[in-house]
């Protein structure tokens, strides 16, 4: 689903981001990226959802290589990438139904097909009848909840998440872990960003470590080939 060949970042005026990463990750996985502030770890994100370009080596997703992609096809390409960010990013002046709306008015559904895809989305994070309420108005983990149903409301192929438990305690963060869990077992390629080692080491999931730019793999299953 997603494979990186010998990528290298480097923004303009600044330092390498990323040196040489390569790796994979299977349609379907679930894998943890961790690593220290400034490892690397948005970057390697944001080139998956083209927000970025390599400064060397080659980004595929969903068989295809970002590089050769054309300006009218990025909107097409992050249809398939549903993200997570730590701070939801909601609209505060909107409703829990306009704000997972969003991506699917970008889109150009029909207010019905819309009004069916925001209803399951909310559904498969528990949030079902909250579609009138204003973000404002819900706990840290709800607000994250409607973040994550946003982010699949295009039902996306791959799911990322930058520190999505930032500010949860730990029993709203294990909460929302395993709504990604669940994401996974239909078939969803999940791969979240965290600093929460506690967590990652209790989901006992596959996990891929950046290290001032570079890559190494620690546990989870699979025989993978880190380069
Ligand atoms: N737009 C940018 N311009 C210049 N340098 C950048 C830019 N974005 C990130 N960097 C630098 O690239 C490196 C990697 O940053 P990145 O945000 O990917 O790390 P991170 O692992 O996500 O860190 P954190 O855990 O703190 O979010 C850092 O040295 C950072 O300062």
Same mark, same amino acid.
């Given at each position: 689903?997603?494979? !990186?060949?010998?990528?290298?970042?480097?923004?303009? @005026?600044?330092?390498?981001?990323?040196?040489?990463?390569? &790796?994979?990750?299977?349609?379907?996985? &679930? #894998? &943890?990226?961790?690593?220290?502030?400034?490892? *690397?770890?948005?970057?390697?994100?944001?080139?998956?959802?083209?927000?970025?370009? %390599?400064?060397?080596? =080659?980004? !595929?997703?969903?068989?295809?290589?970002?590089?050769?992609?054309?300006?009218?096809? /990025? %909107?097409?390409?992050?249809?398939?990438?549903?993200?997570?960010? =730590? $701070?939801?990013?909601?609209?505060?002046?909107?409703?829990?139904?306009?704000?997972? #709306?969003?991506?699917?008015?970008?889109? @150009?559904?029909?207010?019905?097909?819309? *009004?069916?895809?925001?209803?399951? #989305?909310?559904?498969?994070?528990?949030?079902?009848?909250?579609?009138?309420? $204003?973000?404002?108005?819900?706990?840290?983990?709800?607000?994250?909840?409607? @973040?994550?149903?946003?982010?699949?409301? $295009?039902?996306? #192929?791959?799911?990322?998440?930058?520190? +999505?438990?930032? $500010?949860?305690? +730990?029993?709203?963060?294990?909460? /929302?872990?395993?709504? !990604?869990?669940? &994401?996974? =077992?239909?078939?969803?390629?999940?791969? /979240?960003?965290?600093?929460?080692?506690?967590?990652?080491?209790?989901? *006992?999931?596959?996990?891929? /470590?950046?290290?001032?730019? =570079?890559?190494?793999?620690?546990?989870?299953?699979?025989?993978?080939?880190?380069?």
């Amino acid at each position: 689903m997603v494979r !990186f060949d010998r990528v290298s970042k480097r923004y303009p @005026g600044g330092k390498e981001a990323l040196t040489g990463v390569s &790796f994979e990750l299977q349609r379907g996985e &679930f #894998a &943890f990226l961790t690593g220290h502030s400034g490892a *690397g770890k948005s970057t390697l994100l944001k080139l998956m959802m083209l927000m970025e370009r %390599p400064s060397r080596g =080659q980004v !595929f997703v969903d068989g295809q290589n970002l590089g050769r992609m054309s300006s009218g096809q /990025i %909107p097409y390409h992050r249809r398939k990438v549903g993200v997570v960010f =730590q $701070n939801h990013q909601l609209l505060f002046d909107r409703s829990v139904y306009e704000n997972v #709306a969003l991506p699917l008015q970008i889109a @150009g559904y029909t207010p019905a097909e819309a *009004g069916r895809r925001v209803r399951a #989305a909310l559904d498969s994070v528990g949030l079902l009848g909250m579609e009138k309420r $204003n973000p404002i108005e819900l706990s840290g983990g709800e607000q994250q909840r409607v @973040g994550i149903a946003r982010a699949v409301v $295009n039902k996306p #192929a791959l799911l990322l998440a930058d520190e +999505p438990t930032g $500010n949860l305690d +730990p029993e709203l963060s294990a909460e /929302i872990m395993n709504l !990604f869990a669940r &994401f996974q =077992q239909v078939g969803v390629t999940v791969l /979240i960003a965290t600093h929460d080692i506690a967590l990652v080491e209790r989901m *006992g999931s596959r996990r891929i /470590i950046l290290d001032h730019g =570079q890559m190494h793999e620690a546990g989870g299953a699979g025989d993978w080939h880190v380069g």
